[in-house]
């Protein structure tokens, strides 16, 4: 009794005629790609990075505000990885990769051009007495507003050593102007050590404050530059009452000003 080997019947489309190899294969892959969802962090992915491209002029400007391009670049290492190891899943493995790379671009190039932008060089006449904002904060922060309260302005505060030995020292700082009523040709300012309290408002600590008093003929306009000031520094062992602050203990009388 002889066996007839029963051969596999090719796929037949609606005519009746068998598929071809290739459009067996491409329907095999549509069905495939059908079966798989579109992963929700690649799309997120692409959204952060067109965002950080719109938002590339206020990375150069502010700082805090490159956590966008940061976050994109962390999520899509983590698209890109979590749809590879996943792929019998997820789909959108390309637009992963293309938001990846176009945040990753944005945060470098913001960051490159954040420092540009805030450069401050240190005059010759002030070298060697550049001072930093950490270096006059006391060990606990002085709670300006209950001072204010009890009208304590005559309170000996207990400031840092380091502030104590400036007093009437040339110093060299740098920080931005904190917005007045007047916005320009200021003779007179409060200077911070960063973006959040100079464009945020609200009250600055009060070791985080600096008046500064400008030479004549010197003047400053409130923007977002970061400024360098050199001056003879004074420090009061007691809060002064200012008219649009709660109260200061650090005076620059400066002479120079960055441009």
Not at 66 to 88: C, E, H, K, M, Q
Not at 103 to 131: C, D, I, M, T
Not at 233 to 251: D, F, I, P, W
């Amino acid at each position: 009794m002889s066996t007839e080997l029963q051969r596999p019947q090719p796929t037949l489309h609606a005519a009746g005629a068998p598929l071809g190899d290739g459009e067996e294969s491409a329907n095999d892959q549509q069905a495939y790609d059908a079966y798989r969802t579109l992963s929700v962090a690649a799309v997120a992915t692409l959204i952060l990075a067109v965002l950080g491209l719109l938002m590339l002029p206020v990375f150069v400007a502010f700082s805090p505000a490159l956590i966008v391009p940061a976050v994109g670049t962390a999520l899509g290492v983590f698209a890109v990885w979590n749809v590879y190891s996943r792929r019998d899943e997820f789909t959108g493995q390309r637009m992963a990769t293309v938001g990846l790379c176009i945040s990753a671009v944005v945060l470098l190039a913001g960051a490159v051009g954040n420092l540009w932008f805030n450069r401050v060089e240190v005059p010759a006449e002030y070298e060697g007495k550049q001072v930093w904002f950490w270096e006059l904060q006391p060990e606990e922060p002085i709670d300006i507003g209950e001072l204010a309260r009890l009208r304590m302005y005559s309170t000996e505060l207990p400031l840092p050593q380091r502030a104590l030995e400036l007093n009437g020292q040339e110093i060299f700082i740098t920080g931005y102007v904190y917005p007045g009523q007047q916005r320009n040709s200021l003779k007179e300012f409060v200077l911070v050590p960063d973006m959040g309290q100079c464009c945020f408002g609200g009250q600055p600590k009060l070791t985080d404050m600096i008046e500064v008093k400008l030479a004549d003929p010197l003047r400053a306009d409130y923007d977002l530059r970061r400024r360098g000031i050199g001056g003879v520094l004074t420090v009061h062992h007691n809060m002064q009452s200012r008219k649009q602050l709660t109260g200061v203990v650090y005076e620059l009388n400066a002479d120079y000003i960055s441009p």
